[in-house]
Nanobody, 120 residues
Framework: HVQLVESGGGSVETGGSLRLACVVS????????MAWFRQAPGKEREKVAHISYGSLMIYYADSVKDRFTVWREDAKKMLFLEMNSLQPGDTAMYYCAAASTDYCAGNYDYWGQGTQVTVS
């Protein structure tokens, strides 16, 4: 039974920083792609970043490129997202997600409950 749990969200001023974390449980390995998504009220869900097993393939949305950094620590089964220079447009519920394989461009099968980020 795969579970993902996010943490680290909160309220920050414009220009501030937050680090989100995601803990994975219920898996016996780490050979799968992971991603961060976000969704703001009235907007479609957006992939913020993804990172493949071994960090061989990393993607950032144009809106966060050069401001956000994603990395994974597979020994801890954790995924992180460092968010810098936060803007009000970054306000959203942020979700950690994992695929069933290391194919990062497809659908994600496992999702966390989300952690709220509010920038004002």
């Amino acid at each position: 039974h795969v579970q993902l749990v996010e943490s680290g969200g909160g309220s920050v001023e414009t220009g501030g920083s937050l680090r989100l974390a995601c803990v994975v449980s219920g898996t016996t390995g780490t050979e799968y792609c992971m991603a961060w998504f976000r969704q703001a009220p009235g907007k479609e869900r957006e992939k913020v970043a993804h990172i493949s097993y071994g960090s061989l393939m990393i993607y950032y949305a144009d809106s966060v490129k050069d401001r956000f950094t994603v990395w994974r620590e597979d020994a801890k089964k954790m995924l992180f997202l460092e968010m810098n220079s936060l803007q009000p447009g970054d306000t959203a519920m942020y979700y950690c997600a994992a695929a069933s394989t290391d194919y990062c461009a497809g659908n994600y099968d496992y999702w966390g409950q989300g952690t709220q980020v509010t920038v004002s």
